[in-house]
């Protein structure tokens, strides 16, 4: 019954967002016009975009693992490079009614993160690889996103001035907090503690992807070479699980 609730709150969380982005949009769009101007890229802009293409990595990721057919994928990231939080919005609603009943009774999250048939473990050597590889990735991302910060506050001063929340900053914010949501019901879900979510939320919420990236990294830390990749998805008491059923399978 939890889990049927569970699930029945997401759709109508991710729906509920999904169509505030898009009024946000249309709104926006006819207040203040297209976004395509130099004039609206201020240094403080320019680093919002940082943040919230960096948030959108680890989406895009997920989504190329969940779809089987690689095309399908490449539109998928396209649409939420293109649109944002709209398209992530519309693709989680569309995994969660996709769910079957049993799915939906017995452990939807994972059904949710994980694709029906996963790929390929590999041999230990590639998952090493992917593994060194992540782990570099997201700290990279969080180093730049870094950067990006401490340069724009030394040349630009602090972000909290009434005139830079322009119609379209306001919109990238929303924008950018929405894909965060979608990040918090994952982090949430992996924490084993209250204040374990609680902490981590805190620092995405003030901190954007330099605390996303430092969360995967760490997640991706917890692996070991054994590991499939996709376990950093899971939490630890279903990551001990798909562990037991690999060794005895």
Not at 95 to 102: G, H, I, N, V
Not at 110 to 125: E, I, T
Not at 224 to 247: G, M
Request: include cysteine; glycine fraction near 6%; proline fraction near 4%.
């Amino acid at each position: 019954m939890a889990n049927k609730v569970l699930v029945g709150s997401l759709k109508v969380l991710f729906i509920v967002l999904g169509s505030l982005m898009v009024a946000t949009l249309i709104y926006t769009i006819t207040i203040d016009g297209l976004p395509f101007r130099t004039e609206l890229l201020t240094p403080w802009m320019a680093a919002t975009l940082v943040d919230f293409y960096i948030n959108v990595v680890p989406l895009a990721v997920w989504i190329s693992y969940k779809e089987a057919n690689w095309l399908t994928a490449i539109i998928w990231v396209v649409l939420l490079v293109s649109f944002g939080s709209i398209t992530t919005c519309a693709y989680i609603t569309l995994q969660l009614f996709k769910l079957s009943t049993e799915e939906s009774d017995h452990d939807p999250m994972y059904h949710l993160l994980l694709r029906h048939q996963n790929k390929n473990d590999g041999d230990r050597r590639k998952n090493s690889f992917q593994l060194v590889t992540a782990r570099l990735g997201f700290i990279v991302l969080g180093c730049i996103m870094f950067g990006t910060l401490v340069y724009t506050i030394s040349t630009d001063g602090s972000p909290f001035r009434n005139e830079l929340l322009t119609p379209w900053m306001t919109a990238t914010l929303i924008d950018f907090y929405i894909n965060v949501a979608a990040l918090t019901v994952w982090v949430g879900y992996k924490e084993p503690t209250w204040f374990g979510s609680f902490a981590w939320i805190s620092g995405l919420i003030c901190f954007g992807s330099i605390v996303t990236s430092a969360y995967i990294a760490y997640q991706f830390f917890r692996l070991t070479p054994y590991d499939p990749i996709y376990l950093v998805l899971l939490n630890r008491k279903q990551r001990a699980e798909s562990r037991y059923e690999r060794t005895f399978s």
